[in-house]
Nanobody, 123 residues
Framework: VQLQASGGGLVQSGGSLRLSCTSSGHTLDDYAVGWIRQVPGKEREGLSCINSSGKPAYYADSVKGRFTISRDKAKNSVYLQMNSLKPEDTAVYFC?????????????????WGQGTLVTVSS
C-alpha cells in the first residue's frame, strides 16, 4: 500500500494546519489509518487512529481536544486537522495503515507507511 502524507508547513503558535493522507492504487476505506509523528532524536509517537468504519477515533492525550482525524471516502483520504498548534508539535508527521486501531499508539502496529511531512510551529 502506497501512502502519501502532505499538508505540512510552517505555522505560528496557536495556528492550524490540515494534513492529508492519500493512497494511490489502494482504497483507504479498507484500512484503519493512523497518524504518527517523530521529533529528531526521539521515538515515534502515535497521535490518532481511525477505523475503516470511521468510528471510533482515538487520540493521544498530547493532542486530544486540539487534533481531529477524519475520513473522506469520495477523496480516498484521511485528514488530521491540527488546531492550537504549539512549538512542541514540531515534528515530521506520518500516516500509516493497519487492519484495526488496536495498539495504535505503537509505531510497530502499522503495516505500511507514507513518507513524512514536516510541521514546524514557531513561537
Amino acid at each position: 500500500v502506497q501512502l502519501q502524507a502532505s499538508g505540512g508547513g510552517l505555522v505560528q503558535s496557536g495556528g492550524s494546519l490540515r494534513l492529508s493522507c492519500t493512497s494511490s492504487g489502494h482504497t483507504l476505506d479498507d484500512y484503519a489509518v493512523g497518524w504518527i509523528r517523530q521529533v529528531p532524536g526521539k521515538e515515534r509517537e502515535g497521535l490518532s487512529c481511525i477505523n475503516s468504519s470511521g468510528k471510533p477515533a482515538y487520540y493521544a492525550d498530547s493532542v486530544k481536544g486540539r487534533f481531529t482525524i477524519s475520513r473522506d471516502k469520495a477523496k480516498n483520504s484521511v485528514y488530521l486537522q491540527m488546531n492550537s498548534l504549539k512549538p512542541e508539535d514540531t515534528a515530521v508527521y506520518f500516516c500509516a495503515v493497519d487492519s484495526l486501531c488496536s495498539n495504535w499508539l505503537s509505531e510497530y502496529e502499522y503495516d505500511y507507511w507514507g513518507q513524512g511531512t514536516l510541521v514546524t510551529v514557531s513561537s
